[in-house]
């Protein structure tokens, strides 16, 4: 079993930065994949961005590539999503996942979840 909380998120001003981070309970497994998502009101939760603990292969959404970075921090065990120039179109909650296979830009393939941090841009 893995546990993931995420931390980091509140309010801010469009063209603002906030920095979200996901500890996980343990190291999973090489092969497994670390992502964001996110879930605005009365909307399906959405992919923004992906990696793994190996390797330099990062995936991002169309609508926040050049502004959001995934990174991780293996000695910490913790997944780091930097967002830059927000906009109220960003407002969510954001979720940590890990998934083991399959297409890393679709939620139901993901065996972890996270509890959700709140991000609010305001115009």
């Known amino acids: 079993q893995v546990q993931l909380v995420e931390s980091g998120g509140g309010l801010v001003q469009a063209g603002g930065s906030l920095r979200l981070s996901c500890a996980a309970s343990?190291?999973?497994?090489?092969?497994?994949?670390l992502s964001w998502f996110r879930q605005a009101p009365g909307k399906e939760r959405e992919f923004v961005a992906a990696?793994?603990?190996?390797?330099?292969?990062?995936y991002y959404a169309d609508s926040v590539k050049g502004r959001f970075t995934i990174s991780r921090d293996n000695l910490k065990n913790m997944i780091l999503l930097q967002m830059n120039s927000l906009k109220p179109e960003d407002t969510a909650v954001y979720y940590c996942?890990?998934?083991?296979?399959?297409?890393?830009?679709?939620?139901?393939?993901?065996?972890?979840w996270g509890q959700g941090t709140q991000v609010t841009v305001s115009a």
């Open positions: 996942g890990a998934s083991l296979g399959g297409s890393y830009d679709r939620a139901n393939v993901y065996n972890y």
């Open positions: 343990r190291r999973t497994f090489s092969s497994y994949v």
């Open positions: 990696t793994r603990w190996s390797g330099d292969s990062t």
